[in-house]
């Protein structure tokens, strides 16, 4: 039961690849050190891509004997290649090897999800393409606030999606630091070259301190940091998307391949992509909080403890990238949007009444006085069942002298949104410009 407890191969077997990329890196430099022979290398080299190759075609698969990756590819190397393979781990330890090999996974990984998602953000610029001109009611509160442009909605996802890109690129910086050779807490009395082998496997720095590099976990909380908020932005969305599709909203309809049916109301199709990505988002941010708890007690340098990093890891990774792949689809794919519903809910309720203020602002009424006209106004129409837009002049000018017949086109919806053309405002050349650039970004990162 113990052996079982200890394992951690069930796991972290994931970094196979990663572990043996180093090693190899590893065994040259002992070569390039003079530390074993340029064959004796060569031979454990060798070994270790036949290990690659065995691990590929499915026949290299230990069980909880070998205890973890590391040790599983050492036995095996040694039942290859014979005693040669017992050189493999002079001068290094499993603490900086697993540091090394969960680096190398991390950074590849990182690579992807920014791969993942620029193809969100290249959906989402898509869809915006289409909608410039058509309206929805803006929300805060979520209550109906003003109109704004359906693309400006949509590229509000894509600022964050950015802003997710450039933090990945950010953690990867910390994430691509070398610990290999910082041996179990105190390097080695070997003479190795860590320069080397980071330059071998692309790192691009080296860690100082070796009590610290075989005990870091910084970059893994960030990682982890940053797919909470790539997975926060994911469930916003899926929020929306959830609330949009319902009937009292009616702004959108899911298409058949994003959606599923009830199992006993026929009527009913049900948005389970979005809500799956609501409801993965707490499972990224439980590994958050996991990692940070492993990690806010430990002593230096290295503990067993540390062995809870990888599912948390692993998972989170997981995660993120099935979800930004699925929302891709949804927004590629799954979404139609409504737009006689959107355009009857613009014009239905008093999201204009802010327009109405900057009216009588522009003809030299202070704008508290003019917001407190607009309440009396908005309080009347209440009281009358009607709204903005059915009001007489007359009526208009019973409020302020200064209403005139422009009144009618300052408070239209669709001039309510194309007035608001301050930089980054929903107006539609400044929606426009923020496609182009957009657009333009995308077009920068291939």
Not at 42 to 60: N, S
Not at 136 to 146: C, E, K, M, N, S
Not at 169 to 189: C, K, M, Q, Y
Request: aromatic letters at 8%; glycine letters at 6%.
């Amino acid at each position: 039961m113990i052996a079982a407890f200890n394992a951690s191969i069930h796991f972290d077997i994931a970094l196979i690849e990663y572990d043996l990329t180093g090693s190899q890196a590893h065994v040259q430099m002992l070569a390039h050190s003079g530390i074993i022979s340029q064959a004796e290398a060569d031979a454990i080299d060798q070994g270790l891509e036949a290990i690659r190759q065995e691990y590929r075609q499915g026949q290299f698969q230990p069980g909880i004997e070998a205890e973890d990756i590391h040790f599983a590819v050492e036995n095996r190397l040694i039942e290859l290649i014979g005693d040669t393979g017992k050189k493999l781990h002079t001068g290094r330890s499993r603490n900086d090897q697993v540091g090394t090999d969960l680096r190398l996974y991390l950074h590849d990984q990182i690579l992807q999800v920014q791969t993942l998602i620029r193809n969100w953000q290249q959906a989402l610029v898509i869809l915006a393409s289409d909608h410039v001109q058509t309206l929805i009611p803006g929300y805060t509160h979520l209550q109906r606030a003003q109109p704004i442009s359906l693309a400006h909605h949509l590229l509000a996802y894509f600022e964050m999606a950015e802003r997710d890109w450039q933090r990945l690129r950010e953690i990867d910086r910390r994430v691509n630091v070398s610990p290999l050779g910082l041996g179990a807490l105190a390097g080695t009395p070997f003479p190795i070259d860590r320069q080397y082998t980071a330059d071998k496997l692309g790192f691009a720095d080296l860690y100082r301190n070796s009590l610290d590099g075989v005990s870091d976990r910084d970059f893994a909380i960030e990682f982890l940091c940053a797919a909470s908020l790539i997975m926060v932005h994911l469930s916003r969305f899926s929020e929306e998307v959830i609330l949009w599709a319902s009937e009292e909203f009616g702004f959108i309809k899911l298409k058949d391949s994003c959606a599923t049916g009830s199992s006993i109301m026929p009527q009913k199709k049900n948005p389970d992509v979005p809500e799956l990505v609501r409801g993965k988002s707490g499972r990224v941010f439980g590994h958050l909080q996991s990692l940070l708890v492993v990690m806010k007690g430990l002593p230096l340098a290295y503990n067993k403890d540390l062995q809870e990093d990888k599912e948390a890891i692993f998972d989170g990774v997981t995660t993120i990238k099935a979800c930004l792949e699925a929302m891709t689809i949804l927004v590629a794919e799954g979404l139609e949007f409504q737009t006689p519903r959107l355009e009857s809910a613009v014009g239905e309720d008093f999201s204009n009444a802010t327009d109405v203020a900057d009216y009588l602002s522009k003809q030299g009424v202070p704008f508290r006085e003019a917001y407190n006209i607009v309440g009396a106004v908005v309080k009347t129409c209440l009281s009358q069942n009607k709204l903005l837009k059915d009001l007489t002049l007359e009526e208009w000018q019973q409020f302020h002298p200064q209403f005139a017949d422009d009144i009618y086109s300052a408070i239209s919806p669709r001039q309510v949104v194309a007035v608001r053309n301050s930089f980054g405002g929903t107006g539609f050349t400044q929606v426009q410009n923020a496609l182009e650039q957009a657009k333009t970004l995308l077009s920068q990162s291939k």
